[in-house]
Nanobody, 124 residues
Framework: QEQVVESGGGVVEAGGTLTLSCQAS????????MGWFRQAPGKEREGVSC????????LYSDSVKGRFTITRDNAKNMVYLQMNSLKPEDTAMYFC?????????????????WGQGTQVTVSS
């Protein structure tokens, strides 16, 4: 079974830090680009960050540039999102996803491999 499983979400104060983890299994991890997406109630799912197969290319949405860092460890089939200086507007369900194309901004449910999400809540 191809799957990715997120962990690390929780409640954090504004200005704080969280690191999300995504464990992949059931597919050849370094054949895929990886990404993080988020969705708040009443809003469309949006791309946060993505990283190519070997980690040499990364992209970030304007709202998180300079604050978030995406990394991957192909030996462990893991991808991470370190989130610094968190803001209340970062509150959302965060999803990890794998896809065969670059970049991943256009990846939608029903394509690629999606996790169930992990909730991040930033209090002010």
């Amino acid at each position: 079974q191809e799957q990715v499983v997120e962990s690390g979400g929780g409640v954090v104060e504004a200005g704080g830090t969280l690191t999300l983890s995504c464990q992949a299994s059931g597919f050849t991890f370094d054949d895929y680009s990886m990404g993080w997406f988020r969705q708040a109630p009443g809003k469309e799912r949006e791309g946060v960050s993505c990283i190519n197969w070997n980690g040499e290319s990364t992209l970030y949405s304007d709202s998180v540039k300079g604050r978030f860092t995406i990394t991957r460890d192909n030996a462990k089939n893991m991808v991470y999102l370190q989130m610094n200086s968190l803001k209340p507007e970062d509150t959302a369900m965060y999803f990890c996803a794998a896809g065969g194309r670059w970049p991943l901004w256009g990846l939608v449910p029903g394509r690629g491999i999606w996790g169930q999400g992990t909730q991040v809540t930033v209090s002010s």
